[in-house]
């Protein structure tokens, strides 16, 4: 199936280019898939300030960080500390956000996931996120500096070629850091 679902961070772009790689690639719905949707050292990049610089390009703004957040408030998400994404790809609101990614794509609707960060495969964009839409035949387009990396390419990068489960023990991959 063709993806019409692309992914992109931050980092610490200016908003002029941010918004320029969204325009690049017809971007209509901008998913916030950051748990916190601020950032402290990027300013422009808080909620209210991006929905409305979003809006002046006719792009909309969703935050969906609750749902597709890489840092779940439901601490069933986490093993040792760290988000087990595994855990996180089984619960219910994570499935339903999932199915409305899919019914998006079949409809052919042109959707960012943004996260803060700028490498895809530091991000759960490409882990928890692109992981869960390659079971549907959707392989996300991660856009990073002057073209995209498919999905399937972002984590044979992260893996090394090696598999996913002897890489990062029996639950498969997980958050670099321990948050609990």
């Given at each position: 199936m063709m993806s019409t679902i692309y992914s992109i961070g931050h980092g610490n772009k200016k908003i002029d280019?941010?918004?320029?790689?969204?325009?690049?690639?017809?971007?209509?719905?901008?998913?916030?898939?950051?748990s916190s949707p601020l950032s402290k050292f990027n300013p422009q990049f808080n909620r209210p300030l991006l929905q409305e610089d979003l809006k002046e390009h006719s792009i909309t703004y969703i935050y969906a960080g609750e749902q597709?957040?890489?840092?779940?408030?439901?601490?069933?998400?986490y093993t040792n500390g760290k988000?087990?994404?595994?855990?996180?790809?089984?619960?219910?609101?994570f499935q339903e956000a999932i199915k409305v990614l899919v019914e998006a794509n079949e409809e052919n609707m042109k959707i960012a996931l943004?996260?803060?960060?700028?490498?895809?495969?530091?991000?759960?964009?490409?882990?928890?996120?692109?992981?869960?839409?390659?079971?549907?035949?959707?392989s996300i387009k991660h856009i990073v500096p002057n073209k995209i990396k498919e999905q399937k390419v972002v984590i044979d990068e992260l893996t090394?070629?090696?598999?996913?489960?002897?890489?990062?023990?029996?639950?498969?991959?997980?958050?670099?850091?321990?948050?609990?």
């Open positions: 280019s941010f918004i320029d790689e969204l325009i690049k690639y017809d971007i209509e719905y901008l998913f916030d898939v950051r597709l957040g890489g840092l779940p408030k439901d601490q069933t998400c988000v087990d994404y595994s855990k996180i790809a089984t619960k219910k609101f943004m996260c803060s960060e700028s490498n895809p495969s530091e991000c759960h964009r490409s882990k928890l996120i692109g992981q869960e839409l390659l079971k549907h035949n959707i090394k070629g090696k598999n996913i489960e002897n890489l990062f023990g029996e639950n498969g991959l997980t958050s670099r850091k321990t948050y609990i």
